[in-house]
């Protein structure tokens, strides 16, 4: 049973477009989320994350949107560069974000051609 | 600052084999956590570790466990290794059981 879903396995954009990465959950307990960019050969990278209390967060050219009433999440990447190519993984916690594990999506691949 | 450190970069294993991974947290950070990313299958947790204890544990055999030390850094074991326990293994860790987790690059475990 996936409990977060990336459904989109691949996107590409233009350079300086906006990149939009979408993720679902189903189990309500989620109340952390977070998103990571992982090149090959490296381990995730954190970029953003949101509580469950806020529906927006926003860090620089990065924005994470929450909609909890649809278990839906997205990150927003405006502008995109090419240096933003990578595998973007939705990541949820239990437990107002003090909990411990981790359930990943299965990524997204972004490529931004320039 | 250092990140999280893990060794080795790559393993070779045979069948029935046992195989040892280590993690160094960043400096300050007390928990340490353990993943695997099978081919297909995303990042899937495994263990959990802080102040020297097992905090929560992923649904994996028995035969996958792991240690944390005094300086907190981690030792994952697995044992009577099997084919599909090749996988990329990420150590990740944090503050006490807090978010972020900061991620290692990772050990390829290949299973032979």
């Known amino acids: 049973d996936q409990q977060v879903k990336q459904n989109s396995p691949s996107l590409s954009v233009q350079e300086g477009r906006i990149s939009i990465l979408n993720c679902d959950y189903t189990?309500?307990?989620?109340?952390?989320f977070l998103w990571y960019k992982k090149y090959p050969a490296e381990g995730p990278t954190f970029l953003i994350s949101?509580?469950?209390?806020?529906d927006k967060n926003e860090d620089g050219r990065f924005t994470v949107f929450l909609n909890k009433s649809a278990k839906h999440l997205s990150l927003h990447i405006v502008p995109s560069q090419p240096g933003d190519s990578a595998v973007y993984f939705c990541?949820?916690?239990?437990?107002?974000?003090?909990?411990?594990?981790?359930?990943f999506g299965k990524g997204t691949l972004l490529t931004v051609n320039p | 600052e250092a990140g999280v450190t893990q060794s080795p970069t790559h393993l070779i294993k045979t069948r029935g084999q046992q195989a040892t991974l280590r993690c160094s947290p960043i400096?300050?950070?007390?928990?340490v956590y353990w993943y695997q990313q099978a081919l297909g299958l995303g990042l899937q947790f495994l263990l959990w570790?802080?102040?020297?204890?097992?905090?929560n544990r992923g649904n994996f055999p028995p035969r996958f466990s792991g240690r944390q030390f005094p300086n907190y850094s981690s030792e994952l074991n697995v044992n009577a290794l099997e084919l599909e326990d090749s996988a990329l293994y990420l150590c990740?860790?944090?503050?006490?059981?807090?978010?972020?987790?900061?991620f290692g690059d990772g050990t390829r475990l290949s299973i032979l």
């Open positions: 570790y802080d102040e020297g204890e097992e905090r």
């Open positions: 990541a949820a916690s239990e437990g107002g974000g003090s909990n411990y594990k981790l359930t």
């Open positions: 189990n309500s307990m989620f109340d952390y």
């Open positions: 949101i509580s469950s209390i806020k």
């Open positions: 990740a860790s944090s503050p006490r059981g807090g978010q972020p987790q900061h």
């Open positions: 400096s300050g950070h007390t928990s």
